[in-house]
């Protein structure tokens, strides 16, 4: 009973809007592994970079408001 009740607080977690850079930062190394190298915030979203294992650089924004996290596409 406990467990399951943690399990709906991650849930709820991952469209928990963010407040920081450090959370947005985590939020995006959840969707996409890898190492994040550098964090930018603009009045709606935030714009992660992370490194991944393969050694390609790919940019993930979060949204302010909803949480949402997607993968930028094109080229960076």
Do not use: C, F, H, W
């Not at 294992?53 to 949480?67: A, E, L, Y």
């Amino acid at each position: 009973m406990i467990s399951l009740s943690s399990m709906s607080i991650s849930a709820q977690d991952t469209q928990t809007p963010p407040r920081t850079k450090s959370e947005a930062a985590k939020k995006a190394q959840q969707k996409v592994n890898g190492r994040v190298l550098k964090v930018v915030q603009n009045k709606s979203k935030y714009r992660v970079k992370v490194l991944q294992k393969s050694g390609r650089v790919i940019s993930v924004d979060v949204d302010k408001k909803s949480g949402k996290v997607s993968r930028k596409k094109g080229k960076d």
